[in-house]
Nanobody
Framework: QLQLVESGGGLVQPGTSLRLTCAAS????????MGWFRQAPGKEREFVAA??????FYTDSVKGRFTISRDNAKGAVYLQMNNLKPEDTALYCC?????????????????WGQGTQVTVSS
């Protein structure tokens, strides 16, 4: 029932920043934990960041650079990405899990967006 649509990706140079937005519809965002995953072509989907209740956590490679946030009133989840690196290049997808079920494993999530492409290159 829940629909997720990502936006904000693009082609950027190393060291720059992007903010990704995940817009939710068809449900109440506050009823879900939310996460961000990324997948480069030919590679497995990788956990990036998530909320479990009010607790945020990140994969080691983005700690200190990326920040996940949410605005339930707007039905939106964000991923602020600073100091982007070429290895951050991927399709970034947001996902929703049942409350308390958000974690680093993609199997925990029930709803997925189609993703927004982030390409970091000179």
């Amino acid at each position: 029932q829940l629909q997720l649509v990502e936006s904000g990706g693009g082609l950027v140079q190393p060291g720059t920043s992007l903010r990704l937005t995940c817009a939710a519809s068809g449900g109440t965002l506050s009823s879900y934990d939310m996460g961000w995953f990324r997948q480069a072509p030919g590679k497995e989907r990788e956990f990036v960041a998530a909320f479990r209740w009010s607790v945020t956590f990140y994969t080691d490679s983005v700690k200190g650079r990326f920040t996940i946030s949410r605005d339930n009133a707007k039905g939106a989840v964000y991923l602020q990405m600073n100091n982007l690196k070429p290895e951050d290049t991927a399709l970034y997808c947001c996902a929703a899990a049942r409350r308390g079920g958000g974690g680093s494993n993609e199997d925990q999530y029930d709803y997925w967006g189609q993703g927004t492409q982030v390409t970091v290159s000179s």
